[in-house]
């Protein structure tokens, strides 16, 4: 099924400080489980366009999660973990 809504992130930075917390993103840590290429200034990537695939939410949904859950179901589940990091 293809999606048309792009992820509702508002670039609070929560998963790029805590890339410690997940296995599959522990190699871009700098060091304190903020990533190596977080921007503490602008809370951006400085890497955005070439972020690796596990950062794009669209990308993992087509390779791993798109039999399981509908785009809508997938925004939802990743939307509460957001809401968790940023309660940290
Ligand atoms: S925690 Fe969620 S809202 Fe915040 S930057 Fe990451 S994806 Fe975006
Ligand atoms: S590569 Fe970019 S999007 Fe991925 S965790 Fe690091 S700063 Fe965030």
Partial sequence: MSHTSPFPCYQCGACCCNVNRSQETQFLDSGNGVCRYYDYNTKLCTIYDTRPEICRVDKQYQLNYKDKYSWA???EINTIACKILNSK
């Fill in 73 to 75: 179901e997938f925004i």
